[in-house]
């Protein structure tokens, strides 16, 4: 199966990863039709298996393009952070989101510090890579993280909609496939000049 990912070219593998993602979470909320972020997800049996399934999908292709970014002298310290962002999935796999607030809130920093890792990895890479798309997304991951921080902080006297939490998960994962697509490209066009 090894092999099969070294014959894959970085765009293919991303994409693919991609489609294998949206396909576990899809079946997660048919299975499960409700405004849910995909923590919640493995508080069911019927759908944890599919959440596990879609973060060890992010997890590979974060560690993939990682491996790729790492042997490039002037890419390694944003593969390097991107790697520490793969670790940090599997902590919210570890980490379920059930029990008490304490478990919760150690399951939120663990997302929290993933999708800002993976937000640090690109604004590295934005500018080796030529990418000010790049950049943009990394600006983007980070002020969806504050503003996720700003509505948890307020929660208890402003609580906002379930449905908030959900649309944002949406948009971070978006932004995040996209900017590992971005990756990819520049890593092939790279490869070919």
């Known amino acids: 199966m090894i092999g099969t990912f070294k014959h894959l070219t970085p765009k293919a593998f991303v994409r693919n990863g991609a489609i294998l ?8 909320y048919v299975l499960y039709p409700h405004w849910v972020t995909f923590s919640l ?16 999908i992010t ?9 790729k970014l790492r042997q490039q002298v002037q890419l390694r310290f944003g593969g390097t952070v991107m790697r ?23 399951h939120n920093a ?17 500018k080796p890579l030529h990418s000010i ?21 307020r929660y208890n006297m402003h609580p906002v909609y379930p449905w908030v ?11 995040l496939m996209l900017a590992l697509y971005v990756i990819a490209l520049r890593l092939e066009q790279k490869s070919t000049s």
């Open 21 to 28: 993602f949206t396909v576990s979470i899809a079946c997660a």
């Open 41 to 56: 997800f493995a508080g069911q049996w019927y759908t944890l298996p599919f959440f596990i399934v879609a973060m060890l």
């Open 59 to 67: 997890m590979l292709q974060l560690w993939y393009i990682s491996a």
């Open 84 to 106: 520490a962002s793969a670790i940090c999935v599997i902590l919210v796999i570890c980490i379920p989101y059930r029990g008490g607030l304490t478990q919760k809130s150690i």
């Open 110 to 126: 663990a997302v929290l510090l993933f999708v800002l890792l993976a937000a640090l990895s690109l604004i590295r890479l934005a």
């Open 133 to 153: 798309t790049l950049g943009v997304m990394s600006g983007a991951l980070v002020a969806l993280c504050v503003l996720e921080l700003v509505f948890l902080a």
């Open 165 to 175: 939490w959900v649309v944002l998960q949406v948009i971070v994962t978006a932004i």
